[in-house]
């Protein structure tokens, strides 16, 4: 192929905040969730609306967070039916294995995919999860400038999520990616996936004067 | 001081893998978003709608003149559909003569004007499908004020009720969030659908 011809490549989206809530209750497979960098509460109103109806573990594999910072954001705003259990390779580096606290294991920060299967692995024996939440990827690959080596390797990752670490219990697996961070997710790697979804950040800029600023001439 | 408020989540799924079947049962108010799309674009949108029946098309064009139309439909047919153009484009330049499928008028000041063209066209061209390309012209959708949102959602409510008393297929209103930058707030209430196309341009450079 030559690599200096631009083609179009258009990609379809179909808004569903009216039945989101149906949609993720019964989430299933792999999923991609892309987001403009939404923050961790905005984040727990989403992991809340997935599998609602019942109690479900949680496996979150955090490359991106601190536990100590997500314990925090939690405190504030609990998620709920969800027993949450961590794997934080942010601090991975700074804490040893020994230090590990009931619902959170620390890992060093993966180098590859094949370091990250090993992840998930340990993840899944320590605390057999219902759901697998990586956050995110995108520390790893430039996913907009995949390499054809690259892409099979990312198939390979996925084929060997699905076919085998997700089971009839353990049987959603979430990859966030933050399209803020990389400039575009290329849709040739969304064939991989069972079901994508963008959550789309609206944000309205509060002009919120000082005093000083509304009233520059009085005495204050 | 400036403070970042949000105001909205909003959630996408991505409908390659299902295009044709969402598209077939097309139905009522569409919105469609882009970002800056072009005609030949457009043109591939229609022809995987309702595939393989005999549609009236009726493309309301503010920004493409019907001789740009016609080069362009050489280039990249439209199956089983035909087309009816509003060119307000050339009409606002020159006098022309209507034709079978194309008539001259000016552009639409505001939503309500953009109304009126509607209601005459559909009596002219009697379609299945309405495309109004685009409703960016009227306000900006990013930074709208209060009036300017009454005014686009009596608009909305108004030719969605209209959709439904003709019993068109559906009505689709373009809107181009590159150009105009995105809507802060989407017309969820007064829509029936919400599609986002978004043109990649760039593909992956291999090395193998």
């Not at chain 1, 200096?4 to 009216?18: A, H, P, R, S």
Request: aromatic share 10%; proline share 4%; charged share 25%.
């Amino acid at each position: 192929m030559n690599t200096t011809e631009i083609e179009k490549e258009i990609d379809y989206w179909l808004l569903i905040n009216n039945n989101i809530d149906e949609k993720l209750k019964n989430l299933e497979g792999v999923i991609l969730v892309l987001h403009n960098s939404l923050e961790l509460s905005q984040c727990i109103d989403f992991f809340n609306k997935i599998k609602s109806n019942h109690f479900t573990r949680v496996l979150y594999i955090s490359l991106t967070r601190s536990y100590n910072y997500m314990r925090h954001v939690l405190e504030k705003k609990p998620i709920n039916q969800k027993q949450l259990f961590f794997i934080d390779v942010v601090s991975g580096f700074a804490f040893p294995p020994e230090e590990n606290i009931d619902n959170c294991l620390y890992h060093r920060p993966p180098r590859d995919l094949k370091t990250i299967k090993e992840i998930i692995s340990f993840g899944i024996e320590r605390t057999n999860p219902d759901i697998i939440i990586i956050d995110s990827l995108s520390q790893l690959i430039n996913y907009s400038k995949l390499t054809g080596e690259e892409l099979k390797e990312f198939y390979s990752f996925l084929h060997d999520i699905k076919h085998q670490m997700l089971n009839i219990i353990n049987n959603t697996f979430i990859l966030m990616f933050d399209t803020n961070m990389q400039s575009a997710f290329h849709p040739l790697v969304y064939p991989g996936f069972d079901l994508i979804l963008k959550l789309e950040r609206k944000n309205q800029i509060n002009h919120q004067l000082s005093c000083r600023e509304r009233y520059p001439f009085s005495i204050l | 001081m400036e403070e970042s408020e949000v105001i909205q989540v909003n959630y996408w799924k991505e409908i390659r893998k299902e295009i044709s079947k969402t598209l077939d049962s097309l139905h009522g108010l569409v919105l469609l978003i882009h970002n800056s799309i072009e005609f030949s674009d457009l043109i591939g949108f229609l022809n995987k709608l309702y595939i393989n029946q005999e549609k009236k098309v009726l493309y309301i064009s503010l920004i493409n003149s019907y001789s740009h139309i016609k080069q362009t439909i050489q280039e990249h047919p439209l199956y089983s559909k035909k087309l009816f153009v509003v060119d307000c484009v050339s009409g606002f330049l020159l006098e022309l003569q209507d034709e079978i499928d194309c008539i001259y008028r000016k552009p639409p000041q505001h939503l309500e004007e953009m109304k009126k063209l509607l209601i005459k066209s559909i009596e002219w061209a009697n379609p299945n499908i309405i495309v109004v390309d685009s409703i960016s012209q009227f306000i900006n959708f990013s930074t709208p004020t209060e009036i300017e949102l009454h005014n686009l959602y009596t608009f909305l409510k108004t030719i969605r009720e209209d959709a439904a008393r003709y019993s068109h297929d559906a009505i689709i209103l373009l809107y181009d969030d590159r150009m105009m930058g995105p809507m802060k707030k989407l017309p969820t209430m007064f829509t029936d659908m919400i599609i986002k196309l978004e043109i990649i341009k760039e593909k992956p450079e291999w090395k193998d």
